[in-house]
């Protein structure tokens, strides 16, 4: 159970000790229905995470609405899009084991989060991990109901593939941004949970070829 739940579900006892006490028992209805949903919604049951080298496991639990090709420092990447409804848990993972070489905080709208222009003009957490042999990305973006995303690490963390770093509240969507080489193992319409299920394989180091490590450094230097 994430502590926020406690904190929602203490609010709405409250509420509801005080509403039967001044109205009656029967006003407290609300309020108790309120904090059994709250500590429902911010559940954190525990996830098995795979050990399959190069595995890289979902951030989130929720529907694959849209694979996508996006473009990133010049290179053709693959974008999987989650959305989150507000029955989802609603706590994110990080997709592989490495360090965080990039973490941006950026304010913006609050969108459906089901509409494609929500990954770039909804407020939203960008984060890199970077270990394994490869860099993924991945986006906590807030939706119509989701005012407030949690993210626990900082710039240079560790993070071990699985591991929770932070969430949002209620609905929201989550973007993973891969490099070039990945092999997808979900599709559209799939529905995925966050550090148990695999959404991509990652080729092995050392088994690259060498002009993709080439057009990364291009792609940096043209940045």
């Not at 989802?88 to 459906?112: A, C, K, M, W």
């Not at 005012?147 to 969430?167: A, K, M, P, W």
């Amino acid at each position: 159970m994430v502590r926020d739940g406690f904190y929602y579900a203490s609010g709405m006892l409250v509420a509801a000790a005080v509403l039967a006490w001044l109205a009656g028992p029967a006003y407290a209805t609300l309020p108790l229905l309120l904090a059994g949903f709250f500590l429902w919604f911010f559940r954190d049951p525990e996830r098995v995470i795979p050990q399959v080298a190069g595995a890289i496991v979902s951030p989130a639990d929720g529907k694959v609405t849209d694979i996508s090709t996006v473009h990133r420092e010049g290179l053709p990447c693959t974008r999987i899009s989650i959305f989150l409804n507000v029955f989802d848990v609603h706590v994110n993972r990080s997709p592989i084991s490495g360090v965080i070489t990039s973490l941006e905080y950026r304010r913006g709208r609050f969108q459906n989060a089901m509409d494609a222009a929500s990954s770039q003009h909804n407020e939203q957490n960008e984060v890199t991990v970077q270990g394994e042999g490869h860099a993924v990305v991945f986006k906590q973006i807030a939706g119509l109901l989701a005012r407030r995303i949690v993210f626990h690490h900082r710039l240079g963390d560790r993070l071990e593939r699985g591991q929770r770093v932070g969430l949002i509240k209620f609905g929201s969507r989550v973007d993973v941004i891969l490099d070039p080489g990945t092999e997808l193992q979900v599709k559209i319409g799939d529905r995925v949970r966050g550090g148990a299920d695999i959404l991509a394989l990652a080729p092995a180091a050392d088994s690259r070829q060498p002009e993709l490590a080439g057009a990364h450094a291009a792609g940096r230097e043209g940045l």
